[in-house]
């Protein structure tokens, strides 16, 4: 059975989408992948357990997509749901707005005690993001096309790490 919502915007062939299928495929069965541009919000209310994710565009946006599905996302009941987010960024040409993207959607949840997934900022370098909270990312950060080689393991361990937060 799938409990697990996992909602990527972005395009289809894009890295975001390509996170959420590597996300997917360690789930297996238990998580099905949602573009925010096609999702509704009875999509997300079907799911105990929510991924979100996107890169970061413009000044500390989300993909456009998220811009347009955030008002559903946060009018459904999110109280008793965990949330896990990761966000995709690139840490030279954007070393002041790295990943922020996520941030953004962190800020926009109404129970970020609910929020499971935070990582540890060592091994980036950049000098200030939004989706970083007391030393830690809010979620995972994924830097596609300066650390390509990161990829892989920092979600092989992520999945791992909210495995053992949510317990599932
Ligand atoms: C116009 C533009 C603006 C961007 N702004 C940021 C930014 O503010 N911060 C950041 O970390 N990355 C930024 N990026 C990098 C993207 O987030 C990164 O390339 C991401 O992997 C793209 O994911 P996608 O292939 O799913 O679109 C930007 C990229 C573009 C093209």
Not at 5 to 8: H, L, V
Not at 132 to 137: A, D, M, N, T, Y
């Given at each position: 059975m799938s409990q697990i919502?996992?909602?990527?915007g972005g395009k289809d062939n894009g890295s975001t989408a390509k996170v959420a299928r590597k996300i997917q495929e360690l789930f297996g069965d238990q998580a099905t992948v949602h573009n925010v541009s096609s999702a509704a919000r009875q999509d997300?209310?079907?799911y105990d357990f929510l991924i979100l994710g996107t890169a970061a565009w413009g000044i500390g946006e989300m993909h456009s997509d998220w811009e347009r599905f955030i008002d559903k996302l946060v009018e459904s009941d999110l109280a008793d749901k965990k949330v896990a987010l990761f966000g995709l960024g690139d840490q030279k040409i954007y070393p002041e707005s790295f990943v922020d993207g996520m941030g953004t959607i962190f800020c926009r949840l109404p129970h970020k005690e609910n929020v499971i997934g935070y990582t540890s900022t060592r091994g980036y370098n950049f000098y200030y993001s939004t989706a970083?909270?007391?030393?830690?990312?809010v979620g995972l950060a994924i830097d596609d096309d300066t650390q390509k080689e990161f990829t892989d393991k920092r979600i092989s361990d992520w999945v791992k790490q909210i495995r053992a937060e949510a317990n599932i």
């Open positions: 919502g996992i909602f990527f997300v209310e079907k970083e909270k007391e030393g830690k990312f």
